[in-house]
T-cell receptor, first 116, second 113 residues
Framework: AQSVAQPEDQVNVAEGNPLTVKCTYS??????LFWYVQYPNRGLQFLLK??????LVKGSYGFEAEFNKSQTSFHLKKPSALVSDSALYFC??????????????FGTGTKLQVIP | NAGVTQTPKFRVLKTGQSMTLLCAQD?????MYWYRQDPGMGLRLIHY???????AKGEVPDGYNVSRLKKQNFLLGLESAAPSQTSVYFC????????????FGPGTRLTVT
């Protein structure tokens, strides 16, 4: 069974500092990995994904994520945090090797608080 | 391009009442999904559809039914609402390939008293 772990319920960072939101995963085949962001009272919005290729993936709003196969991690990063980045962030994984439909498993979310 | 829309945005039901949540997408996506979001539990898949006229169960299907009569619409029904179904419900859609991301609607906040 596939799974996703986001070990931190909340991450606090000062505006202008770099931020990291952690994600580790477990999947039997090749992982397809996704990050989504949810602002208050809104649906999830896609940020970036890793399917294959370069381990460093760049996405929307200056975010990037690094795929590390040996550590089964896909941490979300940004060099300089903005107050407007404060939101709930979800990591998700899908098994890319399975035929037919394979569901996406979401983590429980990490609340990012950027302090002015 | 409206993306994914959901109606209603809010609803309060009494135990035992029924209701239908409507999801519509204008991106011609094949796949559609219904999730529920509860504090500390992330998103859990209720039902999904891989094309018009097809539906399948997700992780937590009990107490819910779905229909996809038209490609652009995906309906979620609660036949006899229970307090345990108090949640925020999200609809999503994606293209047919496994590598494609999902597009989410704004959500429906349902309270069952």
């Amino acid at each position: 069974a596939q799974s996703v772990a986001q070990p931190e319920d909340q991450v606090n960072v000062a505006e202008g500092n770099p931020l990291t939101v952690k994600c580790t995963y477990s999947v039997s085949g090749n992982p397809y990995l996704f990050w989504y962001v949810q602002y208050p009272n809104r649906g999830l919005q896609f940020l970036l994904k890793y399917i294959t290729g370069d381990n460093l993936v760049k996405g929307s709003y200056g975010f990037e994520a690094e795929f590390n196969k040996s550590q089964t991690s896909f941490h979300l990063k940004k060099p300089s945090a903005l107050v407007s980045d404060s939101a709930l962030y979800f990591c998700a994984v899908r098994d890319g090797n399975s035929g037919g439909y394979q569901k996406v498993t979401f983590g429980t979310g990490t609340k990012l608080q950027v302090i002015p | 391009n409206a993306g994914v829309t959901q109606t209603p945005k809010f609803r309060v039901l009494k135990t035992g009442q029924s209701m239908t949540l409507l999801c519509a997408q204008d991106m011609n996506h094949e796949y559609m999904y219904w999730y529920r979001q509860d504090p500390g539990m992330g998103l859990r898949l209720i039902h999904y559809s891989v094309g018009e006229g097809t539906t399948a169960k997700g992780e937590v299907p009990d107490g819910y039914n779905v229909s996809r009569l038209k490609k652009q619409n995906f309906l979620l029904g609660l036949e006899s609402a229970a307090p345990s179904q108090t949640s925020v419900y999200f609809c999503a859609s994606s293209q047919g390939l496994l590598s494609h991301e999902q597009y989410f609607g704004p959500g429906t906040r349902l309270t069952v008293t």
